[in-house]
């Protein structure tokens, strides 16, 4: 089993910034690769991003160019920055490892209101 622990979401007024965290518990944390996916009220969960294991990344039409996410292999941590953010960018964060079984995280809330 690998156990996903994330942090970092907050209350944030538009335009502000935000860095999640993610830390797995696995010796095998660089051949994985990573997702984040975010959940809002009455909506379907999303990806969007994803980084490969040797750093490829991917992003949601919706947030690329805000949003950056990046891997510290020797922590064993996936980061997203979220930069300029939206009202709409109000969900519950999830961090995911799609292969070889799709493990998630508890979530992490962030909340972009004025």
């Known amino acids: 089993q690998v156990q996903l622990v994330e942090s970092g979401g907050d209350l944030v007024q538009p335009g502000g910034s935000l860095r999640l965290s993610c830390t797995a518990s696995?010796?095998?944390?660089?051949?994985?690769?990573f997702e984040w996916h975010r959940q809002a009220r009455g909506h379907q969960r999303e990806k969007v991003a994803g980084i490969a294991a040797f750093g490829i990344t991917d992003y949601a039409d919706a947030v690329k160019g805000r949003f950056t996410i990046s891997r510290d292999n020797d922590k064993n941590t996936v980061y997203l920055q979220m930069n300029n953010l939206k009202p709409e960018d109000t969900a519950v964060y999830y961090c995911?490892?799609?292969?070889?079984?799709?493990?998630w995280g508890q979530g992490t809330q962030v909340t972009v209101s004025s």
């Open positions: 696995t010796n095998i944390f660089s051949i994985y690769a």
């Open positions: 995911h490892i799609p292969i070889p079984v799709n493990y």
